[in-house]
Each structure stands twice: as C-alpha cells, then as structure tokens.
T-cell receptor, first 114, second 115 residues
Framework: SQQGEEDPQALSIQEGENATMNCSYKTSINNLQWYRQNSGRGLVHLILIRSNEREKHSGRLRVTLDTSKKSSSLLITASRAADTASYFCATDKNSGAGSYQLTFGKGTKLSVIP | DTEVTQTPKHLVMGMTNKKSLKCEQH?????MYWYKQKAKKPPELMFV???????INESVPSRFSPECPNSSLLNLHLHALQPEDSALYLCASSQGSLPNTDTQYFGPGTRLTVL
C-alpha cells in the first residue's frame, strides 16, 4: 500500500495564484521528498525535508512537515503555466548499502491556467 | 552530466517476445532502481541495485529480470509479458554514499505496450 496520500487529487488555479498540496503518511519516516512529473515523463526531485525539520524553502517552493500529524504540505507561490504537472510526495526507507527505496503517494495533478 | 538515459522511449511487444530495456547514468552513482508506473498512478518500486548487487526485489514476477552489468548500466529483460504489464518503466539512480538519505534522479522512462 502507498505510504503517502496527497490531497487534493487535482487542483486547477489561475497563473499567479498560490498552489498548496498536502500529503499524509502512515508510519514514521526518515525524510520526506517531493517530486514533480510532467505528463508521461520522468520525475524531477524538488525538495527534501528531514524528519527533524519543520519547514524548508527553495525558490518559489515551501515545504512544511508535521511529524506529529504525519503530514506535509507543498506550497508553490506565484504559479506559472509551466508548473502544470503532477506532484508526488515520497517517503524513503534505507534499503541497504547506501540505497533508499521511495514509496510515493498518489499525487496531485496541478493545472495552472494562463 | 546529471542525466539518466533510457532506451527505447517506446516499445511494443507481443506476449511471446523477449526484449530488454536499458538505463544508463554517468554520474558515478552506485544505486540504481527500476520503477513501474501505470496510468494515473504513482511509481511503484520493482528492483534496487546497490554497488551492482541486487538488494531489493519487490516480489516482481520472474518474467521481469534485472541485470546490472556495471555501475553505469542497468537492464531490465522482459519475457512472456502480459497485457497488464503495459506501463511506463522508470529507471533512477542515486549517489548511494550519503549517510542519511539520497535524492533519486529519474530517466524519462520507456513506455511499454504489450499486445
């Protein structure tokens, strides 16, 4: 079963607005990562937040983590049409010898209307 | 070079065919991964290779056979697939040496259709 559950499943906003996506997970985590996927393409890593961090920024991205509620949120400010994509949260687990297996949430499909 | 390449981009095969997917990275990463992604679903982990050794097999059917010939290459051999195996197959790599976690770099995927 998937570790993360995103909501909303789909989000449609106007260019310039902010987009907020939420992710909940079930078990304790090492770190939580957010990835972006353009339609039918590979995933691109956006940001990683460690379990002992509460907030992290990267450009127009802001991620929060609440381990007591087992939830995270991704905020994209001043959205652009190019931000249209699916966004996935992923928790990671050490799979040995330096490798980490990711378990992805169901994803939020974001559409930014010009 | 921060790119993971995958070939072919698209593959159509019959249920009796044998084919292979190829993945390559030249970032010096020591961990490589295969994921399967069905339409409108998140990626699901299939295999993990670390230092060229298989470390995780997520109960994948034997008709999928991974191979890691060297630290830069990862193959996925396909034989006697079923139509339900049609999906986007994603390869990823990570440094494999960081102590606490690792960012994974994904290739563009191979879109597989099984007839």
């Amino acid at each position: 079963s998937q570790q993360g559950e995103e909501d909303p499943q789909a989000l449609s906003i106007q260019e310039g607005e902010n987009a907020t996506m939420n992710c909940s997970y079930k078990t304790s985590i090492n770190n939580l990562q957010w990835y972006r996927q353009n339609s039918g393409r590979g995933l691109v890593h956006l940001i990683l937040i460690r379990s002992n961090e509460r907030e992290k920024h990267s450009g127009r991205l802001r991620v929060t983590l609440d381990t007591s509620k087992k939830s995270s949120s991704l905020l994209i400010t001043a959205s652009r049409a190019a931000d249209t994509a699916s966004y996935f949260c992923a928790t990671d687990k050490n799979s040995g010898a330096g490798s980490y297996q990711l378990t992805f949430g169901k994803g939020t499909k974001l559409s930014v209307i010009p | 070079d921060t790119e993971v390449t995958q070939t072919p981009k698209h593959l159509v095969m019959g249920m009796t065919n044998k084919k292979s997917l190829k993945c390559e990275q030249h970032m010096g990463h020591r961990a490589m991964y295969w994921y399967k992604q069905k339409a409108k679903k998140p990626p699901e982990l299939m295999f993990v290779y670390s230092y060229e050794k298989l470390s995780i097999n997520e109960s994948v059917p034997s008709r999928f056979s991974p191979e890691c010939p060297n630290s830069s290459l990862l193959n996925l051999h396909l034989h006697a697939l079923q139509p339900e195996d049609s999906a986007l197959y994603l390869c990823a790599s990570s440094q494999g040496s960081l102590p606490n976690t690792d960012t994974q770099y994904f290739g563009p995927g191979t879109r597989l259709t099984v007839l």
